[in-house]
């Protein structure tokens, strides 16, 4: 016998998202809708640890235009469901086992 467990959530099943700082670990929970000002500080708002490299740092934009894209799909109408599927206990034991 064989056992399968997969898991899917939708857009609308995720609330919010969580930033976790390299410097001091302090984790920062923004829940959805969320203009995620805190972005335009560039730095961590615990430790001050700098994130980004000002405006013109590309990986602020891919940080913004996922969360604006990621609030699309949260309130965007489609003619079909669309959900994403999660690693599972199996699937992340695995995957351990493998980087051993």
């Known amino acids: ?28 929970n923004v829940r959805f809708p969320s203009d995620s000002k805190f972005l335009e500080e560039f730095l961590c708002p615990h ?12 990986r602020l ?3 913004r235009s996922f969360l604006n894209s990621f609030k699309d799909l949260r309130i965007k109408e489609f003619e079909f469901d669309i959900s994403f599927e999660i690693a599972s206990p199996d699937d992340l034991q695995a995957s351990s086992r493998e980087e051993v």
Do not use: A, V
């Open 47 to 58: 430790c001050h640890q700098q994130w980004f490299q000002g405006n013109f740092d590309t």
């Open 1 to 28: 016998m064989t056992r399968e467990m997969q898991i899917f959530l939708s857009p609308k099943d995720i609330i919010g998202i969580r930033f976790e700082c390299h410097g001091c670990h302090e984790r920062i």
């Open 61 to 63: 934009g891919t940080i």
